[in-house]
């Protein structure tokens, strides 16, 4: 095994820390990755011209991508591949709807930042790579790439930050899907936004969709999966099913997404989701918030001594965000029939206390709760679509507990936060509030 820090075009295919395996067919820059399916193989250096790095929009790493841990990827022999240059213009294609090729999957949205987003679309056939966006419907800028691909990832920058703009995605051929819309995070400055947090999506279709479309009325910034999207991660026809039914949320609202023990720390995954860092643990910030992910699923240390841990433990140190949110999948304090993860309990949550975290977001039991244990608030939240859980443990920490399908709604204007569960039917769970700490 080899460390790779110099460009890369390659198709990966390996195992990395912790036992789990990650993506193949990507593009590797500086430690990061950002998989485009490329049609050709192998890794080597100088690949992409240092004038790629410079266009607005790229097709490469964005600053939010950026890893802080070394990739590991296999050794061997390199295949060294054509470079891609993106055209970026501002003149509008002429596109029709007629073009043979057709959408798989997508488009979706992933790792927003405030001057960035990632536009993802999967196509049946290998075709050219083509956004038109702008401020309004008659975009005005155009990115294209000439190497033809199945999974397309284009990530346009040079954005404003908390500003909406429209876009569609196609080939040289034409369009493929209709106009849609995405915003960019909010900076620092903008201290009034909302978002949405759900968990165990798995199973139940028709209970998922009626979730999703809860979502949808009450139009978050983003949202935040808290893992088992799936009930096996390793079927792709259960991705397809969760794509179909995320659609229409998932084009316009950016996911950041956290393992759950049914993702089984697959690949698939990988394949699927552009995050930050190392995908299984990053941060990121959002207006005067910072959000952190975690991998507790079953298939990665967190334990004191751990890289996951020393990580955790710099992140939360060097934020000054006055809120600060958690989110993984299991839960360390929990009603529901796993219960409360006592290891889990034990090594995190003396961290969460000593810097401050206001809430914790987990899943894995399928009910909502919300527990507040010395200062910090843990809310459980598997109710996207699985078959609902009775109480069955106990918890001396709950303030609230319901068995329902729902979704978590968290609004924040300034120093104060609303948070609420709402269910398909607009009913509301739960309603609370908060103050930013001192």
Not at 55 to 69: E, I, M, R, W
Not at 128 to 141: A, D, I, N, P
Not at 267 to 293: I, K, M, Q, V
Not at 393 to 410: A, P
């Amino acid at each position: 095994m080899a460390l790779k820090s110099q460009y890369c075009l390659a198709e990966l295919s390996y195992s990395s820390y912790d036992g789990g395996e990650m993506r193949g067919n990507g593009v590797c820059i500086a430690g990061s990755l950002i998989a485009l399916a490329l049609l050709a193989t192998g890794c080597g250096s100088s690949l992409i011209p240092s004038s790629m790095e410079q266009a607005t929009p790229t097709l490469v790493a964005s600053p939010l991508l950026q890893s802080t841990t070394p990739l590991v990827v296999p050794t061997g022999t390199p295949l060294v591949v054509p470079t891609v240059e993106p055209r970026v213009t501002d003149t509008p294609i002429a596109f029709s709807l007629a073009s043979t090729v057709s959408l798989r999957r997508g488009p979706y949205l992933q790792s927003v930042a405030q001057n960035s987003v990632l536009i993802v679309w999967e196509t049946d056939e290998a075709a050219h790579s083509v956004v038109e966006y702008g401020l309004t419907e008659e975009y005005g800028k155009v990115v294209s790439a000439a190497i033809p691909a199945t999974r397309h990832v284009v990530s346009l920058t040079g954005l404003g930050p908390y500003t909406t703009y429209h876009y569609r995605v196609g080939t040289s051929e034409g369009a493929l899907s209709e106009d849609n819309t995405f915003k960019t995070a909010a900076g620092p400055r903008q201290t009034t936004f909302g978002f949405a947090v759900l968990g165990d999506t798995r199973t139940n279709h028709h209970n998922h969709r009626l979730v999703v479309e809860s979502i949808i009325a009450t139009r978050p910034d983003f949202y935040l999966h808290l893992g088992d999207m799936v009930g096996d991660g390793s079927s792709l026809a259960e991705w397809e099913a969760f794509f179909r039914i995320e659609e229409e949320l998932l084009s316009h609202v950016p996911i950041f997404s956290s393992l759950g023990n049914h993702e089984f720390n697959h690949r698939n995954y990988f394949d699927l989701f552009y995050l930050p860092n190392n995908e299984r643990w990053y941060s990121f910030d959002y207006g005067h918030a910072h959000f952190t992910c975690l991998q507790i699923d079953g298939f990665s240390s967190y334990r004191q001594g751990s890289e996951q841990y020393f990580w955790l433990e710099e992140d939360l140190a060097s934020t000054e965000q006055p809120w600060k949110f958690v989110f993984f999948h299991m839960p360390p304090y929990s009603s529901g029939p796993h219960g409360g993860d006592l290891q889990v309990r034990a090594a995190l949550h003396p961290l969460f206390v000593r810097h401050g975290v206001d809430i914790v977001f987990n899943a894995h039991d399928h009910d909502y709760e919300r527990s507040l244990v010395d200062g910090v608030t843990y809310v459980v939240t598997g109710g996207g679509g699985a078959e609902l859980y009775g109480k069955r443990s106990e918890n001396d920490e709950s303030v609230y507990y319901e068995s329902t399908l729902h979704f978590v709604s968290i609004s924040i204007a300034g120093d104060t936060l609303t948070g609420r569960g709402i269910v398909p039917d607009g009913t509301e769970v739960d309603p609370f509030n908060m103050n930013v700490r001192p």
